[in-house]
């Protein structure tokens, strides 16, 4: 089966959006490497981040266990970076308890809408 192994993440400051991620999940950035700047989440997916001088903005969904959520929620309060429960940015400093578990949407600086969600999508999102 073919396995996902990187995204290339147009942003107009790749250090900055690349330390912004790895900062909120508790992980290193990794260093440049040709034009890019790699973040590696566990399944060793890559997210490399390049300089674009006009980036357009995307989704992206990092799936956490409960005390990665809980720190990554933590440092988000922190810096207070504002964040919704919903990506339609509905819920402004509430999380969601979809699929049993919690999940909550910020954006990155370039504008990207990031979401740390406890719980894989199902069929029935269950509560808000």
Same mark, same amino acid.
């Given at each position: 089966?073919?396995?996902?192994?990187?995204?290339?993440?147009?942003? +107009?400051? +790749? #250090?900055?959006?690349?330390?912004?991620?790895?900062?909120?999940?508790?992980?290193?950035?990794?260093?440049?490497?040709? !034009?890019?700047?790699?973040?590696?989440?566990?399944?060793?997916?890559?997210? /490399?981040?390049?300089?674009?001088?006009?980036?357009?903005?995307?989704?992206?969904? @990092?799936?956490?266990?409960?005390?990665?959520? #809980?720190?990554? @929620? /933590?440092?988000? %309060? +922190?810096?207070?970076? !504002?964040?919704?429960?919903?990506?339609?940015?509905?819920?402004?400093?509430?999380?969601?308890?979809?699929?049993?578990?919690?999940?909550?949407? @910020?954006?990155? !600086?370039? $504008?990207?809408?990031?979401?740390?969600?406890? +719980? !894989?999508?199902? #069929?029935?999102? $269950? %509560?808000?």
């Amino acid at each position: 089966m073919p396995a996902l192994n990187h995204l290339i993440v147009h942003v +107009k400051d +790749k #250090d900055a959006s690349a330390e912004f991620l790895a900062g909120i999940l508790g992980i290193e950035a990794g260093p440049q490497w040709g !034009p890019f700047r790699p973040v590696q989440m566990s399944n060793g997916v890559t997210l /490399d981040f390049i300089g674009t001088p006009n980036p357009s903005t995307t989704h992206y969904a @990092f799936l956490v266990d409960d005390q990665e959520f #809980d720190a990554s @929620f /933590d440092r988000i %309060q +922190k810096a207070g970076i !504002p964040y919704y429960a919903h990506p339609s940015k509905n819920g402004r400093g509430e999380i969601n308890h979809l699929y049993g578990g919690r999940g909550v949407y @910020f954006e990155d !600086p370039n $504008g990207h809408l990031l979401e740390l969600i406890t +719980k !894989p999508y199902g #069929d029935h999102p $269950g %509560q808000d």
